[in-house]
């Protein structure tokens, strides 16, 4: 069945760097969905893209949608103590069915 | 908008118990809802699909006479672990399908179930 990679599993970042979190599936993605989950929270929809090559911006954090529609990645800038938290990756291999999430990459923060 | 409610939010209950929790979409309505469960610092493990009016369909793995699911209305979607064992303990997350035709999620605030 679809598998979902995310790589870190954990990322420490000192307060004011960069950092990109992988988000990798073994078949084609009809989208990537990125999700925020808080520690003791619920995840919480951030973005969708859904075009081979997407990028889209949220402020600090680019989510990018590979050519292939295999990958993803999420950077974010100038890390915050409010960027803590959890980040997921999820998508279905065809439009309109289930979600399957990625392991997630839980992002501590240094200040 | 886009608001799913889950309650409860916490229980604790006994070994042999049934415990049922609900989840409501509050502005829109969902056709599909999902039953996920997360063990601490794991990700997202779908149990269900709900569909309304219809049976729930079941991930492999997941007992269906353990996990009830009825999905009685467009807003409301109800899961009931029955004969709930210290095993069962989790954090039990509900979503619903948002806009139709984007795929993307809403979740529920969870609720963590404590089995003595």
């Known amino acids: 069945g679809q598998q979902v990679m995310q790589i870190p599993q954990y990322q420490h970042v000192q307060e004011g760097e960069d950092f990109t979190t992988y988000c990798n599936s073994s078949?084609?993605?009809?989208?990537i969905q990125w999700y925020k989950q808080r520690p003791g929270g619920h995840p919480v929809f951030l973005i969708q893209l859904v075009k081979s090559g997407e990028v889209k911006k949220q402020k600090r954090l680019t989510f990018q949608f590979g050519e292939a529609k295999k990958n993803s990645s999420l950077h974010i800038t100038a890390t915050q103590t409010t960027d803590v938290g959890t980040y997921f990756c999820?998508?279905?291999?065809?439009?309109?069915?289930?979600?399957?999430f990625g392991g997630g990459t839980r992002v501590l923060v240094k200040p | 908008g886009a608001v799913v409610s889950q309650h409860p939010s916490r229980v604790i209950c006994k070994s042999g118990t049934s415990v049922k929790i609900e989840c409501r979409s509050l502005d829109f309505q969902a056709t599909t809802m999902f039953w996920y469960r997360q063990f601490p610092k794991k990700s997202l493990m779908l149990m269900a699909t709900s569909n309304e009016g219809s049976k729930a369909t079941y991930e492999q793995g997941v007992e269906k006479d353990k996990f009830l699911i009825n999905h009685a209305s467009l807003t409301l979607s109800t899961l009931t672990v029955t004969s709930a064992h210290p095993e069962d303990s989790s954090f039990y997350i509900c979503s619903a399908d948002g806009t139709s035709g984007t795929d993307t999620q809403y979740f529920g605030p969870g609720t963590r179930l404590t089995v003595l």
């Open positions: 078949t084609t993605l009809s989208n």
């Open positions: 999820a998508g279905p291999a065809t439009a309109g069915n289930k979600l399957t």
